[in-house]
Structure formats: structure tokens, C-alpha cells
């Protein structure tokens, strides 16, 4: 808190500095929407102002704390006179449990809308290993039940949590957990179920670590949403309304321990499964209604490997979807693994293919050929080139790479006559990405529409050069648009030509 908030609010709060102090007169809702525009501790230093000004602040339905103080906090939302319809408290810079305990019962008691815990201590990153040393000193935090709140979103950079033994989240719609570690005897799997979240509706859990075990029942339940829940050994998802389900790299972890899971989910129609399966240990009950479904392959590697395995699953049990989403994935060094492609004989009966391609500088023009000639009758594709290796920055192709090898797709022929569109993601311009538009141009023979989105790290000039080669390879029926970045935000390219 700097003394310059201070000023500003006495400043704003008292305009006539003559005496005549005609804004205290105002109602207090009308001072409520003055002090709504302020940040919340000028808003609460407006107390000093006067007596008039002593509890206006107390009205106010949103408060936002940075880097709090645990005890004014505390008193702070105990003063706080109305309903509060969200609590945002950011910069706890790794608190200690213990600190955020001091106020957390106190907002439960008066949240009546969303709560907001954001925490991006350094060390959040630094601990990535096994939820080290220093995370462990700052204890464990017991959540208190938040009878009223609507939704709650906690991002704690690996704070020890536990969930509450008993009480019911009554209202509670959305809740979304995220750098915790699970601690004590609680399950997070009944606290979140139909009984004690009759409501609940989202439901996100991300770097997660500690979750053993996680049994979710819920006839409320829409979206579950489960990534990187470290540790993970057993699922189970009896979830009869939800529509779309993501696991994505829960059970990978751990490959000495079986993955047990048990999921019925017969209304879903999205599913996100980047995750090993084993359908010996694993039971997925009926999904009629699927229109999208997301996997991951790995394009070289040892035979059997889990992950393959759930992918080859997927895409052999479903036989017609709207939607495909692959993503194919290499490792940098690929020389002494197997190239596993062929692995992959059939593939769902699809419209839209959409292909991420994790290959670093390597050459990915067999595996996606291998994919597309699976899937003749597609109408739309889209191909995503990632610069780097799942889970790696380093994005080189060692020299004497086997990479290149399979190199059918460079000369056999290939229909794809339905396919009308085309949408290339963070193009950059490469060899290999060049040589492959080439084919694709050949084997697309109705195509309609292409657009390229360019990756950021392209220089201008070099965009200008690539729209120019890309225009080489099209045809004068093909309608091509070219999209760059400018700051952030996709706009279209105008080259001059
Ligand atoms: C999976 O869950 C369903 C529904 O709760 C249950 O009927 C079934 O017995 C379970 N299957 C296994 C293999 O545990
Ligand atoms: C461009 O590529 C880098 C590195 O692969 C990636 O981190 C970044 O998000 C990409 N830019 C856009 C706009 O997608």
C-alpha cells in the first residue's frame, strides 16, 4: 500500500477542497459505485476520509487484494457488511498455508459469488521435479467449505491442500484447482460429487499432485477437465450429463503401477485422451454421441507403448466422427527407436482431420502422408506445425537423422477429392513444411480455400517471400489468405502483389 493511493482516493472522495463536502451527502449506493471504480485499497483507505466514509467501503460487492496483509484481510472481510459476489486475492508469492488460513474461513462466511487465489511464486517452476523442498515448508491448507460461492478457482503453486470433511457447496457451478498438492485422509472425489456439489457443472484439475485416487459421481457435472494429475492411479467418472471429458498426461507418469479406471459418461460428445490406456485394468462405458475426439501418437518409439496403444484404441473403437484431432509426436532422437506409423490401419470415418504435428526441425511428411491417405472422404483439414518435442524446447534434428527415411509420400499419388479447406498453423516457412504444401497441392484436387497463418517468429521479409512461393504452388481457382501476428492478436497479411 503506497501512500500516493491515499491522496488519490482523499482526492477523488472530497473534489472541493472549499469544504462543502457535497459527495458525502450521497446515498450509499450511490458511494458504492463511486468506490467500485477505484482499486480495492483505495477504496478501503477512503475509510480514513471521514465517519461518513468510515464503513462505505464495507458495501462493496468485489473486492481485490494484492500481496495482502493476512490479518487486515481478515478483519477486512469480516467488516464487510454485504453479500460479496467475488473475492479476487492475487500475489501471495508463496504464502505460507498458515498465512492464507488466517482469512480464508472469513470469506466463506461472506462469499457469495466467485472466488478468485492466484499464486505464481518462482518456485512453482523451480519445484517441478516432485514437489520439492520448499513446498513442502509452507504446509498444508484446509479448504473451508464456501456454502454460497458460485465458483471457485485456485491456483496455488503448490501449496498442500486439503479438502473439506464435511459441508455442502451448495451453489457452487465451477471449480478449478490448479499447482496443489493433495494432503490428509479427505477424498477430493466425494467433496466434489452430487451430495456435497449438487450444482457443480466445470470441474478442472491441473498439476495436481498427491490425487491417488479419484472417484467422482455427479449428475450436475458437464465438463471434467484432468491434467497432469501427477501420481494418478485410479479413475473413476460416473457422470451421466457430461459432454465433454479431457485427460490429458495423468497416468503417464508412473508406468511400475497399473492404471485403473472406470468411466461411464454416456452423454459425451467431446473427448480428450492424451494418456496411456490399458483395457485390461481401464473400462470406458459407451459414448454414442462423440463429435469430437483428441489423441496423441507417437511417430517413432518402442513398440507398445501405452499411449500408442489408447490412441489405436480410440481410433479403432469409434468408427464415424465429425472431428479428428491427432496429434503426432516425435522425440529428438529417433535413431534407435521404430518407426511406428504402421501401426496405425485405421482411422474413423471423418470430415474434419485437424493434425498437430510435435516434430521439431524433423521431416514430417511420412507420418502425415500415412494419416491422410487414411482419410480419403475428409472435407477440411487443418495442420499445426510445433517447433519443438512434447515436453522439450530443444528443436534441432540431430545430424544423420532416420527421419527422412520413409519417403513414399515424396512420389506415390494420393486423392483427397472431397477436401475443400485447408488451414495451416504456425507456418515458418521450413523445408519441410514447404516441400509437404507442395504435395498437398497435388493431391487436392478440389481444393477451394488455403489459409496460412504464419508463426510470429517469422521476419517480415521473409513472410513476403514465403507468400510469394506459396502462390506458386496454388492454382488460379484456390482462394489463399495469409495470416501474421500483431501483438498477439491473428490479423490478415496484405502483401502488395
Ligand atoms: C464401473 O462403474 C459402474 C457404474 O458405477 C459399475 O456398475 C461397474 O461395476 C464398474 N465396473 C468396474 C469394472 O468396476
Ligand atoms: C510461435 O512458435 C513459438 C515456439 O514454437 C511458440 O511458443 C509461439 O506460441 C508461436 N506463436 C504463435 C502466435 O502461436
Not at 473451508?144 to 471457485?152: G, V
Not at 494429475?229 to 450429463?241: E, H, N, Q, S, T
Not at 475426439?293 to 517413432?300: M, N
Amino acid at each position: 500500500m503506497g501512500p500516493g493511493g491515499e491522496e488519490t482516493a482523499a482526492k477523488r472522495a472530497n473534489p472541493s477542497p472549499a469544504g462543502e463536502d457535497r459527495l458525502s451527502a450521497l446515498p450509499d449506493d450511490v458511494l458504492v459505485l463511486i468506490l467500485l471504480r477505484l482499486r480495492t485499497p483505495e477504496a478501503v483507505w477512503t475509510s480514513v476520509l471521514s465517519r461518513r466514509w468510515r464503513s462505505v467501503w464495507g458495501l462493496l460487492p468485489e473486492l481485490r487484494f494484492s500481496y495482502p496483509e493476512p490479518h487486515g484481510l481478515r478483519d477486512a472481510l469480516a467488516a464487510s457488511a454485504v453479500p460479496l459476489r467475488c473475492l479476487l486475492v492475487g500475489g501471495l508469492r508463496g504464502a505460507p498455508a498458515e498465512s492464507i488460513a488466517t482469512w480464508l474461513p472469513a470469506a466463506a462466511r461472506r462469499l457469495s459469488g466467485d472466488l478468485i487465489l492466484l499464486d505464481k511464486g518462482p518456485e512453482r517452476y523451480a519445484s517441478g521435479g516432485g514437489g520439492g523442498g520448499e513446498s513442502e515448508e509452507r504446509g498444508a491448507l484446509e479448504l473451508p467449505c464456501f456454502e454460497k460461492a458460485t465458483s471457485i478457482s485456485l491456483d496455488l503453486g503448490c501449496l498442500g491442500l486439503s479438502a473439506p470433511p464435511a459441508g455442502v457447496f451448495a451453489r457452487l457451478t465451477e471449480l478449478s484447482l490448479s499447482g496443489v498438492r493433495f494432503h490428509g485422509p479427505y477424498e477430493l472425489g466425494g467433496a466434489v460429487s452430487s451430495p456435497r456439489c449438487p450444482c457443480l457443472q466445470k470441474l478442472t484439475l491441473q498439476d495436481v499432485q498427491g490425487l491417488d485416487n479419484l472417484a467422482i459421481s455427479s449428475d450436475s457435472l458437464k465438463l471434467v477437465a484432468l491434467k497432469h494429475l501427477r501420481g494418478l492411479r485410479k479413475l473413476a467418472v460416473v457422470a451421466p450429463v457430461v459432454k465433454e471429458l479431457s485427460v490429458v498426461r495423468c497416468f503417464f507418469c508412473d508406468r511400475t503401477r497399473q492404471p485403473v479406471a472406470n468411466i461411464s459418461v454416456p452423454q459425451l460428445e467431446l473427448l480428450t485422451w492424451v494418456d496411456a490406456y490399458d483395457p485390461s485394468s481401464m473400462h470406458l462405458g459407451k459414448m454414442e454421441n462423440l463429435k469430437w475426439l483428441s489423441t496423441i501418437f507417437l511417430v517413432y518409439g518402442r513398440e507398445g507403448l501405452a499411449q500408442n496403444r489408447a490412441c489405436l484404441m480410440f481410433v479403432s473403437r469409434v468408427k464415424v466422427i465429425k472431428h479428428l484431432t491427432l496429434i503426432l509426436a516425435y522425440l529428438q532422437k529417433i535413431n534407435s527407436y521404430q518407426y511406428l506409423m504402421e501401426d496405425m490401419t485405421i482411422l474413423p470415418d471423418t470430415m474434419s482431420l485437424h493434425l498437430i504435428l510435435y516434430a521439431g526441425r524433423h521431416s514430417f511428411g511420412a507420418c502425415s502422408f500415412h494419416i491422410l491417405r487414411m482419410c480419403p472422404g475428409i472435407k477440411r483439414l487443418i495442420m499445426e506445425f510445433c517447433d519443438y518435442f512434447i515436453g522439450k524446447t530443444q528443436a534441432e534434428c540431430p545430424q544423420g537423422c532416420i527421419c527422412g527415411q520413409p519417403s513414399n509420400w515424396k512420389t506415390e499419388e494420393l486423392k483427397l477429392n472431397c477436401l475443400r479447406e485447408v488451414e495451416i498453423r504456425q507456418f515458418r516457412g521450413s523445408d519441410h513444411e514447404l516441400v509437404f504444401l507442395k504435395r498437398l497441392f497435388t493431391w487436392a484436387t478440389g481444393l477451394k480455400r488455403i489459409a496460412v497463418a504464419f508463426n510470429d517468429s517469422v521476419a517480415e521479409s521473409t513472410t513476403k517471400e514465403l507468400c510469394k512461393m506459396l502462390r506458386t504452388f496454388s492454382r488460379p481457382e484456390i482462394c489463399m489468405d495469409f495470416y501474421v501476428y500483431q501483438n498477439k492478436v491473428k490479423v490478415l497479411y496484405a502483401s502488395e502483389d
